[in-house]
Every structure is written in structure tokens, then in C-alpha cells.
């Protein structure tokens, strides 16, 4: 799925319109708590994975972006309408990771990204 | 090479920072990125651990040709149970550490599934942390 049609199905507000390149999603996941995200993601061997994922989370402080830098991760979808402080709007803008938001909760994005064939990356689990 | 970082309790603005230049310190010297994720998750883990549970402390990162090692360091109060603060879950943080996002009881253990050695020193004037990651494929 491309990111820009996830942009346009979830009505995404996008944070960093500079860096918003077209690239591939095709992995996800979500967490609020970051040492989750921590943990399940640094069990991906394949950097492409990663580099093709998207982190869903409420977590609208700078912890979020810090946790996708560590991960080389590129995009973060906050999700339930937050609206993260320009501290962290910065922040990604820095470290070049795509911030985006969306009305949507947790579940309702996950189970439609699931259903358009997007993955959930599993602890240990390597495609 | 060696470099030192402060670390400031309680500062969630700030938390990341070190392990963010060590990141880019890796990067720039080519390192494997399995190996580079490892470092930096364990790294950060610790760095908010520093943030969250100590009055502050410091970390110091050495590389050299075998390894990449890191020690935090911080001035208190201690862990009061090791063997309990290692369990899955086990947690005395705050309210305002969830909210960060953090402090659900995963870092130590997170910390010792990522590093090839780990070794925790704590008592009541402080809390020593030493992470050793292998560099392998040298």
C-alpha cells in the first residue's frame, strides 16, 4: 500500500509535508508503550521491513519519534485525533521521520490496514 | 573511541539524546544495522531508565575493534530488588512515566535480550548498568 493512499483513507493530517514522499507500507505495528515497540521491532533482521512499516501510536510525545529513530523506522501515525506539541513536530523533522495524525482510533486503523493486506510485525517473526 | 553523555532525571524532553548520537555514531562508521538496533534499543532503554528511576547519572560508550560497550551510571537511590526489578513486568514507576510511554517493567529485561553481556551493580548511592555488544562479523 502506498503511504500516500493511507494518507487519503485515514484523512491524515500531515506534520512533516516536506518529507512526505510516496514510499511502500507494508508492515505495521502498534503500541502505546515504546519498550514493546522496542522489543517486538528489534527482533526484525531485515532492515527493508522496517524501512517499509509504519508505527501506530497514541504516544504524541517525543518518545515516539526517538523510539522510531533507534528503529530506523520512517513513518509514525498518531492515531484518536492527538495532536502532538511542535517540540515533537520538530523533532521529526530533524531526525526526517514522516509524522502524521489521524482521527481514527487504534483498532479501526489497524483492522483496515490489516484488511488492505498491510502485515503485523510479530516478535521473532521474520518474512 | 570514548564519549560521555549526562543524563537529566526526569527531563523527558532531553531523553533520548545520548543514545541518538551514539546511533549516529555507529552509523557513520558502518557498523551492521542488527548490530546498530540492538545497541541503540538497549541503549535507550537504559538512558530512560536513568530518566525515570535516578536523581541523574551519565553513560559512557567505548568502541573499539572487539566491542562496543556501555555503562550508565546514575547517583541513586538504587535498585532495592535486583531479582524482582529483572521480571517481566515488574515495575515501580509513575503515572507520568506511562504516559511517556515507558515504565511497564520491560527495560531490564529488554536491556539483557538485547546486549551479549549485561551486568547490574545497584545499592542505595546508585545503580551501574554495563552492556557489552560483540562486533561479530568483523
Known sequence: MKLSEIIKQFHCHVYTPELAIDKEINYAFCADLMSDALMVLNSVKDDRIL????????????????????????????????????????????????????????FNTS?????????GIIYNQQW | MVKEYQIIARNYDLAGRASSDIKRTLKAINLP??????????????????????????????????????????DGPGIANIELAMLE???????????????????????????DLMEL??????????????????
Request: a negative charge; glycine letters at 8%.
Open chain 2, 33 to 74: 544495522w542488527d548490530l546498530i538496533k540492538r545497541v541503540c534499543a538497549a541503549s535507550y532503554e537504559a538512558e530512560i531508565n536513568v530518566v525515570i528511576h535516578s536523581v541523574g547519572g551519565y553513560v559512557t560508550f567505548d568502541l573499539t575493534e572487539q566491542a562496543i560497550t556501555l555503562d550508565f551510571y546514575d
Open chain 2, 121 to 138: 551493580k545497584s545499592d542505595s548511592y546508585g545503580t551501574h548498568v554495563h552492556l557489552v555488544f560483540f562486533r561479530r562479523n568483523l
Open chain 2, 89 to 115: 513486568g515488574f515495575s515501580t514507576a509513575t503515572e507520568l512515566d506511562h504516559a511517556n510511554g515507558f515504565g511497564a517493567g520491560m527495560g531490564l529485561p529488554n536491556m539483557k535480550r538485547s546486549a
Open chain 1, 51 to 106: 524501512k517499509e512499516s509504519i508505527l501506530i501510536t497514541g504516544l504524541t510525545t517525543n518518545q515516539s519519534i526517538r523510539t522510531a529513530e533507534m528503529l530506523d523506522m520512517e513513518v509514525v501515525l498518531l492515531v484518536r485525533g492527538k495532536i502532538p506539541s511542535l517540540k515533537v513536530v520538530e523533532l521529526a523533522k530533524e531526525l526526517k521521520i514522516i509524522l502524521l495524525a489521524t482521527d481514527y482510533t487504534m
Open chain 1, 111 to 119: 483492522g483496515l490496514m490489516y484488511k488492505d493486506g498491510i502485515k
